[in-house]
C-alpha cells in the first residue's frame, strides 16, 4: 500500500549520541512534515519542506535537522539526543502546502 | 495567529448513541479545518476536512462535522457509535493568512462503552 514509511518504528538511544530517522514517501507529495507528539501537548511541528530541496522552521526546531535532497525522502537528524527529545515521532506529507496532510505510522525515541 | 480547542480531554458514550467531539478555532482569515483520528500506536488518519461550501462535511466511517462560522466551531459527530470508534481525536486548523502550516489542538479520548 502506497503511503509513507518510518524507520526506525522504535529505538532506545543513549544521550548525546547522534540519530537519524528516516522517512520516504511513495505518493510524490511535494511537501513533507516531521511532528512530535507529547503527551499533553499534541502535535508540534518541527521543520517542514513545500518541494525538494527546500526546507522550514516549525514551531520546536531546536536540536534538530532535516534535509530534503529529493522528493521521496525526508530525515530528521538529531545531532546529539538529550531526554527532552524523547517522543514519538510523525513523519507527514501532503500534495502540495496546505493540503491535506498523511501520516507516518511513527517512530518511537527514547533517550535515555 | 491561529490556535485550536478541544475543551474536553475525554468523552465517553455508550455504544448506538450519538457523539460529539467539541472543537472551537481562532484565525484572523478564512480557517480550513481538518479532524483526525489516532487509534493505539498508529499514526494520524484523516477523516474529514471543511474548506469552503456545505457546512455540513461528511467524512469516512460515518462521521460528518459542522462548520459553525459565528460560534468558530466545528464539532466532529457521529449517529450511532461503535467501541470500534475509541480513539484519539484531533481538530485541526489552517488560517489562509498565516501560510500553510497547520495548527493542532490537544486532542480528545473518546470511549465508545459497550
Known amino acids: 500500500i502506497a503511503g509513507i514509511t518510518q524507520a526506525p518504528t522504535s529505538q532506545i538511544l543513549a544521550a548525546g549520541r547522534r540519530m537519524t530517522l528516516r522517512c520516504t514517501q511513495d505518493?510524490?507529495?511535494?511537501?513533507m512534515y516531521w511532528y512530535r507528539q507529547d503527551l499533553g501537548l499534541g502535535l508540534r511541528l518541527i521543520h517542514y519542506?513545500?518541494?525538494?530541496?527546500?526546507?522550514g522552521k516549525g514551531e520546536v526546531p531546536d536540536g534538530y535537522s532535516v534535509s530534503r535532497a529529493n522528493t521521496d525522502d525526508f530525515p530528521l537528524t538529531l545531532a546529539s539526543a538529550v531526554p527532552s527529545q524523547t517522543s514519538v515521532y510523525f513523519c507527514?506529507?501532503?500534495?502540495?502546502?496546505?493540503?491535506?496532510?498523511?501520516f507516518g505510522e511513527g517512530s518511537w525515541l527514547t533517550v535515555v | 495567529a491561529q490556535s485550536v480547542a478541544q475543551p474536553e480531554d475525554q468523552v465517553n458514550v455508550a455504544e448506538g448513541n450519538p457523539l460529539t467531539v467539541k472543537c472551537t478555532y481562532s484565525?484572523?482569515?478564512?480557517?480550513?479545518l481538518f479532524w483526525y483520528v489516532q487509534y493505539p500506536n498508529r499514526g494520524l488518519q484523516f477523516l474529514l476536512k471543511?474548506?469552503?461550501?456545505?457546512?455540513l462535511v461528511k467524512g469516512s466511517y460515518g462521521f460528518e462535522a459542522e462548520f459553525n462560522k459565528s460560534q468558530t466551531s466545528f464539532h466532529l459527530k457521529k449517529p450511532s457509535a461503535l467501541v470500534s470508534d475509541s480513539a484519539l481525536y484531533f481538530c485541526?486548523?489552517?488560517?489562509?493568512?498565516?501560510?500553510?502550516?497547520?495548527?493542532f489542538g490537544p486532542g480528545t479520548r473518546l470511549s465508545v462503552l459497550p
Open positions: 507527514a506529507s501532503s500534495v502540495g502546502p496546505g493540503n491535506t496532510i498523511y
Open positions: 505518493m510524490r507529495h511535494n511537501a
Open positions: 519542506s513545500n518541494t525538494a530541496g527546500t526546507t
Open positions: 484565525v484572523s482569515g478564512n480557517p480550513y
Open positions: 471543511y474548506i469552503t461550501g456545505d457546512n
Open positions: 485541526a486548523v489552517r488560517d489562509d493568512n498565516y501560510g500553510q502550516n497547520f495548527v
